[in-house]
Antibody
């Protein structure tokens, strides 16, 4: 049974770079069947999609965020990572990693539990 | 960006009743590119429906999805106690993929 587990710093200062990882157990991040996404949910707001990554690291990003984000896969650690540069209070949110099937990009059938990140000085 | 607007914001119903709620897109979407999720407090979203009407693995048949173009609907035929939650729609036909603001189904 595949499980996803996010981890992160919990608190980040404004203007710094947020780094998150998502550990995948029971499956492989370089699967030819699945892609991986990051999604966040600011308090009381709707879900926001960051982008997806698959294979050896091919990625597509949300156009409104792509100037600040990068995603990567670490096959040796079986993890995916997200970096978000120049954070502000508006980046305070619960961050989720999720999985979907490459045969039909879009829907996400497995999610991690999420990790809360607060941006504050 | 395709904006999804869900209605109503909150639905107050009793167990055993039928629930129906909507999601309207700011532009037309192929029914292939539409999904619904359920989220309970403190939990991650769970995929219910993909490609407008296909139930995800393990989702009971009291959940059904329909719609096309700009109007999509999720129905729960008979509410069970575990169905009281927030429901989100999602489109993945245009970039970026976007979500609705959610409909909360609460116990009346």
């Amino acid at each position: 049974q595949v499980q996803l587990q996010e981890s992160g710093p919990g608190l980040v200062k404004p203007s710094e770079t947020l780094s998150l990882t998502c550990s995948v157990s029971g499956g492989s991040v370089n699967s030819q069947t699945y892609y991986w996404s990051w999604i966040r949910q600011p308090p009381g707001k709707r879900l926001e999609w960051f982008g997806y990554i698959y294979d050896t690291g091919r990625a597509t990003y949300n156009p409104s965020l792509q100037s600040r984000i990068s995603m990567s896969l670490d096959v040796s650690k079986n993890q995916l990572s997200l970096r978000l540069r120049s954070v502000t209070a508006a980046d305070t949110a619960v961050y989720y990693c999720a999985r979907g099937e490459l045969r039909s990009l879009g829907w996400l059938d497995l999610w991690g539990q999420g990790t809360l990140v607060a941006v504050s000085s | 960006e395709i904006v999804l607007t869900q209605s109503p914001d909150t639905l107050s119903l009793s167990p055993g009743e039928r629930a129906t709620f909507s999601c309207r897109a700011s532009q037309s979407i192929s029914s292939t590119y539409f999904a619904w999720y359920q989220q309970k407090p403190g939990r991650a979203p769970r995929l219910l429906i993909y490609a407008s009407y296909n139930r995800a693995t393990g989702i009971p048949d009291r959940f059904s999805g329909s719609g096309s173009g700009t109007d999509f609907t999720l129905a729960i035929s008979r509410l069970e106690p575990e169905d009281f939650a927030v429901y989100y729609c999602q489109q993945y036909g245009g970039s970026p993929w976007t979500f609705g603001q959610g409909t909360k189904v609460e116990i009346k």
